[in-house]
């Protein structure tokens, strides 16, 4: 078990929340619908940590972004993730989503989060925190200020 699955599974009061069978592991990597919302409050949780230095983790890395939906409308604004066709139009249209699409939504964010982390030499946390406060300030949902054409 790594150093922030360790934390988390000995840290995290789990009764009630979730499933005995869920790990430390799963809870640092996990995105399906039904454990999202705790898996992204674990995951703000372990980056406060990490970025505050009150715990040091050798692969903080492993820790999944915490995606909310201003930072999946960054993502598809500023052009890291595409969705096309019908999923599209109900997004614009601002209509519900399924489950699994909203699912297969994050996890494109969460894929081009590392991979934009990785290129600017930057750690999840670090990426998050910033791209969090441009998503809050700029990338707005009636007035955006971070369209990209």
Known sequence: MSAAENYVSSRLPMSGLLPTRVTG???CNQT???????????NIFIQILSRNSL???DD?????PAIDYQLIRLA???GRVKVSGELHEKIVAQEAV???????????????FRIVAQSGE???PQLNLIDWHIARSFC????PLCECE
Do not use: C, P, W, Y
Not at 32 to 37: A, N, V
Not at 60 to 64: K, L, M, Q
Not at 140 to 143: G, K, P, Q, S, T
């Open 140 to 143: 707005l949902r009636d007035e």
């Open 25 to 27: 592991q799963s809870l």
């Open 60 to 64: 903080i890395e492993r820790v999944a």
């Open 32 to 42: 399906s619908g039904e454990l999202h919302f705790v898996l992204k409050k674990a």
């Open 122 to 124: 930057k750690t999840i």
């Open 98 to 112: 399924s489950v699994d699409d909203d699912t297969a939504i994050r996890e494109k964010v969460i894929d081009a």
């Open 55 to 57: 715990v040091e983790f």
């Open 76 to 78: 598809m604004r500023n």
